[in-house]
Nanobody
């Protein structure tokens, strides 16, 4: 089993920055893709960013150039640096992981995300205008 715990959410004004963290524990050594999804009220869950075990990263078009996903393998921690935040970024953000290569699929929305096996409890990000 794998446990994922997010932290770092909060409220910020448009143009500001936040960094989300996701601490992984348990049977983590064989995880292939780790990443972030978000879901706003009344909207479908969507992929945001992901990083694979070879270090390759993928981003949704809506966050390219503003968000950066990274991972500290020694700490088993995933990060999402979010800059130039917009009100449209307001959502619950979820950390996710699995042992198959789903990272590149974050560019294709989120309807497939039910195939990802491990999820955190979510952390709220609110961006005010």
């Amino acid at each position: 089993q794998v446990q994922l715990v997010e932290s770092g959410g909060g409220s910020v004004q448009a143009g500001g920055s936040l960094r989300l963290s996701c601490a992984a524990s348990g049977y983590t050594y064989s995880l292939y893709s780790m990443g972030w999804f978000r879901q706003a009220p009344g909207k479908e869950r969507e992929g945001v960013a992901a990083i694979d075990s070879d270090g390759s990263t993928s981003y949704a078009d809506s966050v390219k150039g503003r968000f950066t996903v990274s991972k500290d393998n020694a700490k088993n921690t995933l990060y999402l640096q979010m800059n130039s935040l917009k009100p449209d970024d307001t959502a619950m953000y979820y950390c996710a992981a699995d042992r198959w290569a789903w990272g590149p699929k974050v560019t294709y929305g989120g309807s497939w995300s039910r195939d990802v096996g491990y999820w955190g409890q979510g952390t709220q990000v609110t961006v005010s205008s």
